[in-house]
Each structure stands twice: as C-alpha cells, then as structure tokens.
C-alpha cells in the first residue's frame, strides 16, 4: 500500500543526544515536511523539501537538520541545540501544484512520539 | 495575530447533533482551504478540501468557503461516536498554514 513510514513510534533521549526521526514516502510526491505538535498549539512547520538535495527553513527550524537525498527519504535530526525537544513529530507528503503553489493536500504519517529524559 | 485561527474547544454534542467547526484566516491570498481529522495518538488525515469560495459536500460532511469574510467552516450532520476527533482547518497559497485544532466529542 502507499502511503508515509515514518520511525520509530517512540522514543526517549537524554539529554544532550542528537536524535534522528526516519521519514519515508512511497507515494511518488515531490514535496515532504516535518511538523511539530504540541498540545494547544496545532502544527508548526520545522523544515520542508520541495524537490531533492533541496529543503527550506519553516516557522521553528531552530536545533533541527533535514536531509533530502532521495526523494522517498527525509529524515530530521533533532540536535542537542533544540531547547524543548519533547513533542509529537509528523512528517507528511504532497504533490506540488501548477506555478510551484501547494497545493495543501498533505498525507501524513502515524507520527513519531520523542521524549528527553 | 495568527494567520489562521481556530476554536480550540473541547467540543462535546450529544449524537445525532449538527456539528459546526469554524475558523477564520487573515490573508486574502489563501487558495486552497482544506480539513483535516486527527485521531488520538495518530497522524493527521485529510478530510475535506476546496479551492476557492462556496460549498463543497462529502456525506454527513460540508465544507464551507467564504473568501469574503475570510470563514472556513466544517459542518457534520447526524454526529457520531466515531467522529470525536480533533478538527484541524488549513489553508494555503505558497505553502500552508494549520489552525491549532478544535477536540470534537460526540456522547453516545
């Protein structure tokens, strides 16, 4: 079936640890994206890739890294330099629409649940 | 001000109730206007989408545009247990913007 892998569930880190959330699509979609959800606060945009070797900073990028070297792949590192890294991660896929516009049809993965110790 | 805001809720209606879910954005720019269902402890999955003003209907589910007073609103008829979710609306033009979510409950 298609759809968007994203792993592990969970998982916990110390402080102090980088950590990396795998994200993959078999969906054939150009765009990817890594949201964070916190409660309350709906989803904030960290990163995204409209096409490969190529991703732009969203609203809270800050002690977050993307790599875009496939297009079925975009996995996001969270790095010991992000403050509050407790949260709810979801990556999702879209095509890209006419003019480069985006459409917003986005399919999302289950999510990856990361708590710091 | 957020560009898109929504109700946070909670929400909670008995079943077999109209439902109503509301939010307004602030850029006239916004094309596309989507809704999205969140189960507990899962991804997001798309609900309804429309482009542009007017009504759009899917089932017991309608989608609402009106650019003009810049309203999205989702409205479920004959509710059901099944749908306590979160809501969450979205628009977009060059890329896109999530309203925080509203927690629905639909009470057996």
């Known amino acids: 079936d298609g759809g968007i892998t994203q792993s592990p569930k969970y998982l916990f880190r110390k402080e102090g640890q980088n950590v990396t959330l795998s994200c993959e699509q078999n969906?054939?979609?150009?765009?990817m994206y890594w949201y964070r959800q916190d409660p309350g606060q709906g989803l904030r945009l960290i990163y995204y890739?409209?096409?490969?070797?190529?991703?732009q900073k969203g609203d809270i990028a800050e002690g977050y890294s993307v790599s875009r070297e496939k297009k079925e792949s975009f996995p996001l590192t969270v790095t010991s330099a992000q403050k509050n890294p407790t949260a709810f991660y979801l990556c999702?896929?879209?095509?890209?629409?006419?003019?480069?516009?985006?459409?917003?049809?986005?399919?999302f993965g289950e999510g990856s649940r990361l708590t710091v110790l | 001000q957020k560009e898109v805001e929504q109700d946070p809720g909670p929400l909670s209606v008995p079943e077999g109730a109209i439902v109503s879910l509301n939010c307004t954005y602030s850029?006239?720019?916004?094309?596309?206007f989507m809704w999205y269902r969140q189960y507990s402890r899962k991804g997001p999955e798309l609900l309804m989408y429309?482009?542009?003003?007017g009504n759009k209907e899917d089932g017991r589910f309608t989608a609402q545009v009106d650019k003009s007073s810049k309203y999205i609103s989702l409205f479920i008829r004959d509710s059901q247990p099944s749908d306590s979710a979160t809501y969450l609306c979205?628009?977009?033009?060059?890329?896109?913007?999530f309203g925080s979510g509203t927690r629905l409950s639909i009470r057996p």
């Open positions: 999702a896929s879209s095509i890209v629409g006419l003019e480069g516009a985006l459409t917003g049809e986005l399919f």
């Open positions: 969906l054939n979609h150009d765009a």
């Open positions: 890739s409209q096409i490969v070797n190529d991703f």
């Open positions: 850029n006239s720019a916004f094309q596309y």
């Open positions: 429309t482009y542009s003003s």
């Open positions: 979205a628009t977009s033009a060059s890329k896109i913007i």
